[in-house]
Nanobody, 123 residues
């Protein structure tokens, strides 16, 4: 069983930077592809960034590709999302997700999810 625990969310001002972390545990979990999603109130879950198991391939949503960077440290079983120039409309609960196999970008492709961490961006 794979478990994911996000951290690093909180209140920030527009234009600020924030780094989210996701601790991954479980058997062979370092070989899982991972991703970040977010869900704003009343909205669907939105894909942000994905990374393959060894970190040499990433995929980003157009809305964040110039501002958000996904990375992972398999030695520490950690996934990160560096977020720069945050906007008020990006206030949401941010989730990390994991799946065995190849990188994916659709929420339905992921088997394991964290509980989420809340990011609130004020203007």
């Amino acid at each position: 069983q794979v478990q994911l625990v996000e951290s690093g969310g909180g209140p920030v001002r527009a234009g600020a930077s924030l780094r989210l972390s996701c601790e991954l545990s479980g058997r062979a979990s370092m070989y899982y592809a991972m991703a970040w999603f977010r869900r704003a109130p009343g909205e669907e879950r939105e894909f942000l960034s994905a990374i393959n198991w060894n970190g040499d391939t990433t995929r980003n949503a157009d809305s964040v590709k110039d501002r958000f960077t996904i990375s992972r440290d398999n030695a520490k079983n950690m996934l990160y999302l560096q977020m720069n120039s945050l906007k008020p409309e990006e206030s949401a609960v941010y989730y990390c997700a994991a799946r065995p196999g190849n990188l994916a970008t659709s929420a339905g492709s992921f088997d394991y999810w964290g509980q989420g961490t809340l990011v609130t961006v004020s203007s």
